[in-house]
C-alpha cells in the first residue's frame, strides 16, 4: 500500500484531538443553487480524483495540464476506480492554462513543480476560490502574494489516490476528506458544501497553522525516514524506532513553536496504526528516480526551526544525506 506524501494525509491519520472544537462540519444545503466554474491545476491522483467528483456533482471542471494529458482528457474524460466513490467516467474540459474566472482553482501539483505550474493560472482569472492541496507550508505564502490574501485558502486532504494514466486514477482510501482553513467559517461554508455535497467530506478549521502544521508534523518523520533507509513503515518502526521517536519529538516541537500541535506520543501512536507495508510517496519517486518534495517538506521544517531557535539535529542529518544522494531506496 502506498500512502502518498504529495497533497494528502493517510486515511488514518484521524485529526489532531487538539484541534477537534475547532472542527464545523458543513451540510450538503448550504451549496450554492448554480454549478460552480472549477479549474483543477494538476489533474493526477488527488486532482483527478476531485475533477471527477465534482463534475459528476453537476459543476464545469476545467483541467489545467500539459498538451497531450489535456488532449486526453478533453477527448476521454477522467475513469475513476474507488470503493467509497465507485467505478465511473466523468466528462471534463481540458486546456494548458486557464483562459476565463473560474469560482474555484483547485491547486494540485506537487511542490516541485509548482512554480510552473502557475503559470497556468493567471492572477485575474483566479479571483474566486484557490484551495491548495500541497505537502508543506511554506506555499500558502506565496500563492497568497500571487492571487491574494482573501482568495487563498490554506487546506489539507486525507486521501489515497494514485494516476495510473492519463485520466486514469485509482482511488484506494475508503474516504475522502478535507479541511479548510480560515476564521471566517460563513465565508468558507459555501466551499466546503460543493465539496461535501460531491462526496468530499469537508470541515472547517479556524487556525491554519494548527491544520497545516498538524499535517507536516507527522508528514515529515515518515517522509524522510522511509525514503532514507528505502523501507516501509513496517521496517522503520522495526528497524529504526529510535530514530522515529526521536524525529518526532523535533518535528513536534517545531509544530508547537509554530501554533500547531505538538503531542508527539499521538503521532507515533498513528505510525503504529499503519499497515506494516505503508511507503511514503516521497520514498516511491526516489525509488523512481524522481525529483522529491525534501525542501517542502524536510527544509519547512529545517527553517521554522531556525527560526525559532529550536535544535533539530536528526532533521537536518536526513534531510543533508537526502539532498546529496546517501539516502538507500531500493526498488519495491
Known sequence: MILPDILTIPWSLSRPKERA????????????????????????????????????AGHRVICLAGEDTART?????????????????????????LREPVDLCLVTVKHTALDAALDRVPPQYARGFVLPLLNGVEHVA?????????????????????????????????FTEIDVAGADEARLAPLAAVLTAAGVKTCTVADENAALWAKLAFLAPFALL????????????DEHAKELAALVEE??????????????AQVLARYDAFPAQSKSSMLRDAEAGR????????????????????EVPLATRLVAELADGTAAAPSA
Open 21 to 56: 472544537p475547532l472542527l464545523m462540519d458543513t451540510a450538503p444545503d448550504t451549496a450554492p443553487a448554480t454549478p460552480w466554474t472549477i479549474a483543477v491545476l494538476g489533474p493526477g491522483g488527488v486532482g483527478g480524483l476531485l475533477a471527477a467528483l465534482l463534475s459528476r
Open 73 to 97: 482528457l478533453a477527448r476521454d474524460g477522467i475513469r475513476v476506480s474507488s470503493g467509497q466513490h465507485g467505478d465511473f467516467t466523468a466528462r471534463v474540459e481540458a486546456d494548458t492554462e
Open 142 to 174: 506565496a500563492l497568497r502574494g500571487r492571487y491574494g490574501a482573501e482568495q487563498v485558502v490554506p487546506a489539507v486532504i486525507r486521501v489515497e489516490s494514485t494516476r495510473t494514466a492519463a485520466g486514469v486514477v485509482e482511488h484506494g482510501s475508503p
Open 226 to 237: 522511509t525514503t532514507r533507509y528505502g523501507l516501509s513503515i513496517g521496517g522503520i518502526r
Open 251 to 264: 518535528t513536534t516541537a517545531v509544530s508547537r513553536a509554530c501554533g500547531g500541535p505538538g503531542d508527539a
Open 291 to 310: 525529483a522529491l518534495e525534501l525542501d517542502a517538506i524536510g527544509g519547512a521544517v529545517l527553517r521554522a526551526a531556525e527560526r525559532h531557535g529550536i
